[in-house]
């Protein structure tokens, strides 16, 4: 048998074998990066707030503003501020206190 006659053998025993759709399953396809869930939840999220304050102006006619999530109407917006608590300044008694609150844990030997 010479190696023309193997040859086409071959060929037709190829050419006779049924076409198989697993080989074609196996190629690479580009890999493409979807945005994870908690960046489309964030977006989701953000969308939702600016439709919001969209609608409440349309509904009530009158401009809103968006404070921690909420959409609250400009004078709304001036009531909160007004409401808001000034800190108080620290006293250095209480800083002292917490210090030595702090020394006496460290010296504290960890009993197992």
């Known amino acids: 048998m010479s190696f ?17 759709s697993t080989r074609q399953s196996y190629r690479r396809q ?4 979807d945005a994870t869930g908690q960046s489309k939840a964030r977006e ?8 919001a304050s969209v609608r409440a ?3 009530t006619k009158e401009p809103h503003v968006r404070i921690h999530g909420r959409c609250v109407t400009e004078q709304e917006a001036y009531n909160l501020e007004l409401q808001q608590v000034p800190p108080t300044p620290v006293s250095q008694s209480r800083l002292d206190y ?3 609150l702090r020394k ?4 504290r030997k960890p009993s197992d």
Do not use: C, G, V
């Open 30 to 33: 580009p890999a493409i990066q």
């Open 57 to 59: 102006t349309i509904e």
């Open 104 to 107: 006496d844990l460290k010296l």
């Open 4 to 20: 023309s006659d193997h040859l086409d053998n071959f060929i037709k025993q190829r050419d006779q074998r049924p076409q198989s």
């Open 98 to 100: 917490i210090q030595q």
């Open 44 to 51: 989701a999220i953000a969308k939702a707030q600016d439709d």
